[in-house]
């Protein structure tokens, strides 16, 4: 009988123990101010799912500050607080994570060409414990050049602002020749190698008689979008941005997916994982929104007039 009474206690109060409180790790690319929307956004997918910070869920910030070399210290250290499952976006931040760990689960919420870049097997089957969330960007780069020629029908010379050593870009590079060449324009690339060299970029652009320009995603440029966008407005540069991040800085167009909603969607990876899903058997998903926005505060600003036929096809028009 006393056997019974103390086995019938242990299960009482193993009951009232608390379970343990899920901890996620979120390796930021960029400063917290300057990646404050995403955040947010992955914030507003968890509450929809229940999950509240701090009381139900604990969530590890890691900042970049869009400087990529300080995500294998980082990492590291969302590794070693023993973290349930990481968030991240950026293929900068996934391959540091990828090298740093095969155990722990990490939820992209943006990545390009994900089986290309060796961070999944397949998009049906990733196969390892990486996941998420493709921003296809990579299929947008000829769309950047036909929609900048379009909106500017006598630009010839286009700038694109790139990162050095950056592998991706060298599959937007070569997209972006196609349709230049298609359409009688010249690409000038123009790579900057950090933050620190991005006036000195556009100096070099400028120089070269540029007429327009294409700035492709990097947590370099996302982080940097307010000074680059600023320094295309007084030179009085057409641009075109893969992200609305930066139209909503000031810039004047933007085609791409929309990176809010991947990290709103990035809570529902989340979510499976905690509820015991492997990251191996959750295909990695594609975009569903894509947007082309144009700022026609911007555009009059910088003293040009876009065709009606292109404000037509606008997802949103900025006023």
Known sequence: ?????????????????????????YLGAFT??????????????????????????????????????????????LINLRVDV??????????????????IPIVVAAMGDPVGSGFVASLARPGGNITGFSNESEEFAGKWVELLKEAMPKISRVAVLAVSQTPSHRTYWAKIEAAAQALKVTPQRQEVAGPDEIEHGF??????????????????????????VGLAAKNRL????????FVGAGGLMSYGTNLADLHRRAATYVDKILKGAKPADLPVEQPTKFEFIINLKTAKQIGVTIPPEVLARASRLIK
């Open 1 to 25: 009988m006393f056997v019974v009474v103390l086995l019938a206690f242990a299960v009482i109060v193993e009951a009232q123990q608390p379970s343990k409180m899920p901890r996620i790790g």
């Open 32 to 77: 917290p101010s300057a990646g404050a929307p995403l955040l947010e956004a992955f914030r507003q997918g968890m509450r929809e799912l229940g999950y509240v910070e701090g009381r139900n869920i604990f969530i590890d910030y890691r900042w970049a500050e869009g400087t990529p070399d300080q995500f294998p210290a980082l990492a590291g250290e």
């Open 86 to 103: 990481i968030v991240t976006q950026s293929n900068a931040a996934v391959a540091a994570l990828q090298q740093a760990t095969r155990t």
């Open 203 to 228: 100096a070099s652009l400028i120089k070269g008689r540029s007429q327009g320009l294409i700035v492709l995603p990097h947590a370099v440029t996302i982080e940097r979008r307010t000074q680059i």
């Open 238 to 245: 057409p641009a075109m941005y893969p992200f609305s991040l």
